[in-house]
Structure formats: structure tokens, C-alpha cells
């Protein structure tokens, strides 16, 4: 009885020692600083804060001196105010029903693709004949804001 506990021991050693090391094979790729995720997450931001800014003064905002707590969301005020975002503002959001129409998006979606938040507080990755295609507000946008 005690030779096969000796037996399964240095396999349980073994498996124990090796187990990080194979674990840890393979192409590692850090995605936290990929330029998708700084636009998802920013568009996630001005998801968060024009609903967040809606549901507080049951009115749309119609530009960000509407928004509510703009110091908690950094990066979705500062990226629209720098015009990396265009947002289309007095839409009435509608997260739960499914929508196509555009709400947000990045400054460059139009000519070379990329991340769009829509209606329905979803982000979708559009081509540029997709954006093109993709029904919008008629309300005006922050980009007209920064021309006036």
C-alpha cells in the first residue's frame, strides 16, 4: 500500500511545479492597451453618462453642461469635448429595445471605421459603408457645437 503512494507523489510534485509554466505558454497578448479598448471604453463612458444624465432629468441631454457627474466619467467628457467623440444630442436613449440608429460615435468611424454606440446603448463595430448606411438623429451633433 505504500508503494503506490510513493508513486502518485512525484507525479503530484511534478504536476504542481510544471502546471504555471504550461499554464503560462503561448502568444501573450495584452489587450488593455489596444486602441480598441480605449474606444470602447470610452464610448461605454458616454453610454454610462448620457443615460446616467436621462434617467435623472428625464430629458436628454442636449450637450455636456446636461451631463450629471461628468467628474466620474474623465474620459467620455474629455473625448467629447476634444471632438474624439460626436455625440448627437436630445435623443431619448432606449437600452432593452433593440435600435440601429446611431447616437455616438468616434470622430474617424466616417472615413475609416471603428466603434458606434447606438441608440439602445449598444456599441457595434461599423465599416465605413456600415456608418454611412446606419440610420442618425436629425438632431444636431457635438462636432456642431465646436463649428459654431
Not at 34 to 44: Q, T
Request: neutral net charge.
Amino acid at each position: 500500500m505504500t508503494r503506490p503512494a510513493r508513486i502518485i507523489a512525484p507525479w503530484a510534485v511534478a504536476a504542481a511545479t510544471l502546471t504555471p509554466f504550461v499554464l503560462g505558454c503561448g502568444d501573450a497578448q495584452s489587450v488593455s492597451n489596444a486602441p480598441e479598448h480605449y474606444d470602447i471604453g470610452s464610448l461605454e463612458e458616454v453610454s454610462d453618462i448620457y443615460l446616467s444624465s436621462y434617467n435623472l432629468k428625464k430629458k436628454p441631454p442636449t450637450s455636456t453642461k446636461d451631463f450629471v457627474k461628468a467628474d466620474l466619467f474623465p474620459n467620455a467628457a474629455g473625448a467629447i469635448k476634444k471632438g474624439e467623440i460626436v455625440v448627437y444630442w436630445g435623443v431619448a436613449p432606449t437600452p432593452g429595445e433593440a435600435a440601429t440608429e446611431v447616437l455616438a460615435y468616434k470622430a474617424d468611424v466616417p472615413s475609416k471605421g471603428g466603434y458606434v454606440l447606438l441608440k439602445d446603448m449598444t456599441i457595434k463595430a461599423m465599416t465605413p459603408e456600415e456608418f454611412q448606411a446606419a440610420p442618425k438623429p436629425s438632431m444636431p451633433t457635438s462636432a456642431d457645437a465646436k463649428k459654431g
